[in-house]
């Protein structure tokens, strides 16, 4: 046997250069695309034209307003189908014939793409800045939100892809159904309304994406616990499921 | 190297509950240095079997060893060549960068890398698809990629799955080549195939599969070619003698005066031929219709 490199990093930089082409490309070109529509809406502000309630784009209230909405989608896009895409096309063989652990390059991909998401805020804090010709409307807390929240949320992609390509479309699924359950609780507790307690128990179980909102005030004590043990332990389950249940599914699987 | 202890797998339907044992009670060991085949007709349980070898799959059965580790165990530290079948590879990757990418994978060193690739390239006829993406090669020209990509590594466990599939008769030639370059003592090489030719010339042992179970194993330059009875077309002179009187079940060929088809073993042949030329018989032609091994997957799938 010749000599042998066994670096355990040595396929991250193929890796991240994935990462950069897909889903870099497409932060990127959503970057621009919000720095252009600040643009014409702070010209339209300046140029008087604006009407009584057109907006007057800010830096942060952008990164607010774009988190809030596709925050869910963008970790999809990271992370979405990683292991089942593999299994699903055969790629695995080659791969994983290689001597590399299944758990340990996708562990490598997970943290990659978490990397790939927290510099997404980058890309259109870059892109708003020329626009609006300011700030870029980053802050600790934003950061802080998106991480765990990629934490979360990509955790419970990761873990679902190991069993089906579509796994992300269950993912979307309980984001949403978390969201529209925490918004009916909050509207019971304004109403003094007791909840029905399915939908009580339902919001306990589902992973507790409604405690992050971007540009919200920062989480502390129990829900920051909540979110990180919850995230924590589906990356451990995923990788613990990687690390122990055989990639094969059949003969020719 | 390889020790397969009454290795079993069976699939549950997870709704019907019904089973399917796709490998029962497999045992074999295999050892360095060797070529070894495995033969069996479609869903004999070969995929199966390599699925186990490299740890894709748990055995539901018996346990399977690879240098006395679990074969994940095996693979994750030593790393295996392997060729699937029906080869996968991720569509818009360049063919430089696949062999690139699988080649850092398999741990060859930065300061080699290129080099080996290039060696790759050339090896396999390549290099004028440099600038193809794997999508837009040809199945064969695919095949060929997934070659390079098992042998780039240089590793001493090498599993071939129907390894000339979609290859045209020049390139099979040339893998058979390839395969025999392959050949060093400290490295096991096991080529599973439908093609029984490609077996007999390559292999050192094979095992015929048949549902799942092991059936035969059939080892080249053992005696087995002398004592395995094959079928043979013999043709005589006129006046043909009658070959049936001597070896019994000859069966005459129609339409051409003095060919017969007989199944006998070598030497069974032999003598009975020794006695028709010693009667007189001029013998124009003596030909095996199947090899050693046909005949004995013949017996082991009927």
Redesign the interface.
Known sequence: MNARTRAPLRYAPWLARDLLVWPGVVYAAVAVLVGFIDWRLALRAASGHAGRFSLVPTAAATQAGVWNTCLTIAILFAIGGVVGIDVHRGYYRSLFSKPMAPWWYYLQRYLLAGLMVLLAPVLLGASVAVALHGGTGLSGSLFATIAMAYLLTGSLTLLCSIFRPEGWLLVFIAAFLQNMIAGMLKADRYMNIDPPAIMTWVHRVLPPFDLLVPGGPSLQGGDLAHVLIYGASLLILALLLLRFRPLGTGGRS | MIQFQSASKS?VSLFTRRRVD?LSDFSMEMHRGEVVGIAGPNGA????LI?LL?????PSGGRVLVDGRTP?AY????????L???????PAWRVPATLQ??A???????T?RTARVNAQLAQLGLEEHIRKTNKQLSKGNLQRV?LG??LI????LV?LDEPTHGLDPLWTQRFRDIVAELRRP?RLILIASHNLDELERLADRVAILNKGRLQNIVTRGAGLEAATPVLWRVVFDAPAPDVAAVLPGATPIEGRAGAWTVRATRSGLSAALARLLGDGAVLVECTPQESTLESAFRAAVR
Do not use: N, W
């Open positions: 699939y796709a349980g070969k995929s199966t699925s490299l740890g894709f799959l748990d994940r693979v994750e530290h030593d790393g295996a060549g392997y699937t079948e029906l080869i996968a590879l991720p990418r699988l850092v994978l398999a741990g060859v060193p930065a080699e997934g990509q098992a590594g240089d590793f001493d599993v400290e």
